[in-house]
């Protein structure tokens, strides 16, 4: 077997990811949930508004990507009808579900017509995911990937990796590949939504933060990366960590990402979504340029550290030298690894 193909992702020129949150609500509270409904809303978007609301960022003579989110989007009744529509924008369409797949969705929507289902899953087995995302979860979430793919769906899966579930990594890809899962991202846990308030309590309630080290994270992260495309799936990882001498560059400033929520707010930058920082916002069916303090005054700052935000929100992810130099540059949150 030939040697797999191991790159890091820039952002590609001219691409646009719309990441389109069409409601806040849920069936499950995951530990490290980061759906914010005081920031966020807490309505479900009409199918009118969703379609128009996608109108305004199609651009059909360019590739556009976009994700369906919720909370849980297919607890919205009217989901595939805004997938049809998203599709005749141009748009490739991917859903990210927590594995419950409402309202019959499997039957409502043609493989030819989503090009990825998306199912979070964050453990290999029950007594490692079901801590993190609920009783059950596991059992109905694997159930359902397995329709999916019989089904003709592409199916991929996003594993959220904190200290709960690192050690476990490696076991999903006999999983997947089992299953006949396609591509497999492992996601870092941020320090935000859920996370964030545990980390952030005090005295007795203080719990430790979730997020791995670097060392652990180098350690174990590449090594089953490798391991998942040696068995035939797409393996994305954030890069997290800069090498040295590689150039670091904030996808605010050079790629075109819309974080977009039910209260009209559309971010550029998914750290700073806990947060009234937004570029836009979306009002009478209009995108609009928000004037004062905003994420996009922070993006050209340029310090040792790599990424302001992460500076910013989560200083105690970064590790210093004895002579107060940072150890590595943050990279963007955006700057993905892919290998295949
Ligand atoms: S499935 Fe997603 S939205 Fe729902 S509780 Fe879990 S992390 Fe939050
Ligand atoms: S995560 Fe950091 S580098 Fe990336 S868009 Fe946000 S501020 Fe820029």
């Not at 389109?20 to 005081?38: G, Q, V």
């Not at 859903?95 to 929507?109: A, C, P, Q, T």
């Not at 596991?138 to 050690?167: P, R």
């Given at each position: 077997?030939?040697?797999?193909?191991?790159r890091t992702v820039g952002?590609?020129?001219?691409?646009?990811?719309?990441?389109?949150?069409?409601?806040?609500?849920?069936?499950?509270?995951?530990?490290?949930?980061?759906?914010?409904?005081?920031?966020?809303?807490?309505?479900?978007?009409?199918?009118?508004?969703?379609?128009?609301?996608?109108?305004?960022?199609?651009?059909?003579?360019?590739?556009?990507?976009?994700?369906?989110?919720?909370?849980?989007?297919?607890?919205?009744?009217?989901?595939?009808?805004?997938?049809?529509?998203?599709?005749?924008?141009?748009?490739?369409?991917?859903?990210?579900?927590?594995?419950?797949?409402?309202?019959?969705?499997?039957?409502?929507?043609?493989?030819?017509?989503?090009?990825?289902?998306?199912?979070?899953?964050?453990?290999?087995?029950?007594?490692?995911?079901?801590?993190?995302?609920?009783?059950?979860?596991?059992?109905?979430?694997?159930?359902?990937?397995?329709?999916?793919?019989?089904?003709?769906?592409?199916?991929?899966?996003?594993?959220?990796?904190?200290?709960?579930?690192?050690?476990?990594?490696?076991?999903?890809?006999?999983?997947?590949?089992?299953?006949?899962?396609?591509?497999?991202?492992?996601?870092v846990?941020?320090?935000?939504?859920?996370?964030?308030?545990?980390?952030?309590?005090?005295?007795?309630?203080?719990?430790?933060?979730?997020?791995?080290?670097?060392?652990?994270w180098?350690?174990?992260v590449p090594?089953?990366?490798?391991?998942?495309?040696?068995?035939?799936?797409?393996?994305t990882y954030p890069k997290v960590f800069l090498d040295?001498?590689e150039?670091f560059e904030?996808?605010?400033?050079?790629?075109?990402?819309?974080?977009?929520?039910?209260?009209?707010?559309?971010?550029?930058?998914?750290?700073?979504?806990?947060?009234?920082?937004?570029?836009?916002?979306?009002?009478?069916?209009?995108?609009?340029?928000?004037?004062?303090?905003?994420?996009?005054?922070?993006?050209?700052?340029?310090?040792?550290?790599g990424c302001?935000?992460?500076?910013?929100?989560?200083?105690?992810?970064?590790?210093?030298?004895?002579?107060?130099?940072?150890?590595a540059r943050i990279s963007c949150c955006l700057l993905k690894k892919e290998?295949?």
């Amino acid at each position: 077997m030939s040697n797999p193909t191991s790159r890091t992702v820039g952002f590609k020129a001219g691409e646009r990811n719309i990441f389109f949150h069409i409601l806040t609500a849920c069936n499950l509270s995951c530990r490290h949930c980061y759906i914010n409904a005081s920031q966020h809303g807490a309505q479900t978007l009409s199918r009118q508004t969703i379609e128009s609301w996608l109108r305004l960022f199609a651009d059909p003579a360019r590739k556009s990507n976009l994700v369906f989110l919720g909370g849980e989007p297919t607890l919205h009744p009217e989901l595939s009808q805004c997938i049809t529509a998203a599709k005749k924008l141009n748009y490739a369409v991917t859903v990210d579900s927590n594995g419950y797949l409402f309202h019959d969705f499997l039957e409502r929507i043609s493989p030819e017509e989503l090009d990825y289902l998306s199912f979070s899953l964050d453990g290999p087995d029950a007594s490692v995911n079901d801590p993190i995302r609920g009783k059950g979860v596991f059992d109905v979430c694997l159930g359902n990937m397995k329709k999916a793919v019989a089904a003709g769906f592409q199916v991929s899966v996003i594993y959220t990796v904190s200290k709960a579930n690192i050690d476990h990594l490696h076991r999903m890809v006999p999983l997947l590949t089992e299953i006949g899962v396609k591509r497999f991202f492992i996601q870092v846990i941020g320090l935000r939504g859920e996370s964030a308030v545990s980390a952030q309590k005090s005295g007795d309630e203080r719990q430790e933060t979730p997020q791995v080290s670097r060392n652990k994270w180098l350690e174990v992260v590449p090594e089953v990366a490798e391991m998942g495309a040696r068995a035939g799936l797409h393996v994305t990882y954030p890069k997290v960590f800069l090498d040295k001498g590689e150039p670091f560059e904030c996808a605010g400033e050079v790629a075109e990402n819309y974080f977009i929520f039910p209260n009209g707010r559309v971010y550029q930058c998914p750290l700073c979504e806990d947060y009234a920082l937004h570029t836009y916002t979306i009002e009478d069916g209009e995108l609009i340029p928000r004037k004062g303090l905003t994420e996009k005054m922070l993006f050209p700052l340029k310090i040792e550290e790599g990424c302001v935000m992460n500076r910013l929100l989560q200083p105690d992810t970064i590790e210093y030298d004895d002579s107060g130099r940072p150890v590595a540059r943050i990279s963007c949150c955006l700057l993905k690894k892919e290998i295949y």
